[in-house]
T-cell receptor
């Protein structure tokens, strides 16, 4: 199975800060990497697919980059409503696997 | 507008089975796929398997081989996930997620179904 390692596991940042999360795959996954946002008690929400493609309706402060084994997810200017847990997920190989999540809190 | 609605929470005893439903509307059911993802309390997301709603082909995580069955009913645009021989560590929220374009991209999610396994 492909292991997805996210870092950090949690972070706290101020409103307006730039926040970056990394996701490392245990083997090459091309660009088959998605990012989801999950708020407490809710289902995950797709933000970015194929490493860097913003889902329709998602604010442009969210972005993603990377290919191969190393990926990053950035919030350019953190907003209060961005407090959530973020997950990366690969779909290059079965079983599809998720990262362990990064909990983002606003100070 | 695409909607995904799951069945309600259930409490089951160890060794029992559970069948969770996922009813969709607002798109052409037969042109997509469903994945099932679960989340144990306070834990991360775990993919369980996927079904193609056009031909009912399935791909499951080997971890669940023999215990999980994915099916669909096109007449009601509903997908089902049955998990057998339940154990306490199957206690989780179970989500269905649709993949309209690419099988591994989960565009829309149900609200989740809490399954508690307890004696």
């Amino acid at each position: 199975d492909i292991q997805m390692t996210q870092s950090p596991s949690s972070l706290s940042a101020s409103i307006g800060d730039r926040v970056t999360i990394t996701c490392q795959a245990s083997q090459e996954i091309r660009n088959y990497l998605n990012w989801y946002q999950q708020k407490p008690g809710q289902a995950p929400k797709l933000l970015i697919h194929d490493a860097s493609n913003l889902e329709t309706g998602v604010p442009s402060r969210f972005s993603g980059s990377g290919s191969g084994t190393t990926f990053s997810f950035t919030i350019s200017s953190l907003q209060p409503e961005d407090s959530a847990t973020y997950y990366c997920q690969q779909y290059d190989k079965v079983p599809l696997t998720f990262g362990g999540g990064t909990k983002v809190e606003t100070k | 507008q695409l909607q995904v609605v799951q069945s309600g929470s259930e409490v089951k005893k160890p060794g029992a089975s559970v069948k969770v439903s996922c009813t969709t509307s607002g798109y052409t059911f037969a042109t997509s796929g469903f994945s099932w993802v679960r989340q144990a309390p306070g834990q991360g997301l775990e993919w369980m398997g996927w079904i193609n709603t056009n031909n009912d082909a399935t791909v499951n995580d080997q971890k669940f081989q023999g215990r999980v069955t994915l099916t669909t009913d096109a007449s009601t645009s509903t997908g089902y996930m049955e998990l057998r021989d339940l154990r306490s560590d199957d206690t989780a929220v179970y989500f269905c997620a649709t993949s309209l374009i690419v099988a591994g991209v989960f565009e829309s999610w149900g609200q989740g179904t809490l399954i508690i396994v307890s004696s």
